[in-house]
């Protein structure tokens, strides 16, 4: 199977905010590794910079089941999350 990296930015809001999606996740797909690359949580929305890791189909399905429990999932570009 082919590795994949995926940099996201996840937009948590409408009360994902407040519960442990990325861990939920983690617990599912135990072969996507994530980096939390940055992060800002107010009140009422939630942003991260995360780099996603490992086989193709698991990252898409991880990031597939980050939607379906509520966390908007956008591609980073034009940009790194990683520091030169």
Do not use: H
């Not at 939920?24 to 135990?30: A, L, N, V, W």
């Not at 690359?37 to 980050?66: H, K, P, T, W």
């Amino acid at each position: 199977m082919a590795t994949t990296t995926r940099k996201c930015w996840l937009t948590f809001e409408g009360g994902a905010q407040n519960q442990p999606r990325l861990w939920e996740m983690s617990r599912k797909f135990p072969t996507v590794m994530f980096d939390i690359r940055q992060a800002s949580v107010q009140e009422d929305i939630g942003i991260m910079a995360v780099l996603f890791e490992g086989e193709e189909d698991e990252v898409q399905a991880a990031l597939d089941n980050l939607v379906s429990n509520g966390v908007k999932v956008d591609p980073v570009e034009g940009g790194s999350l990683v520091a030169p």
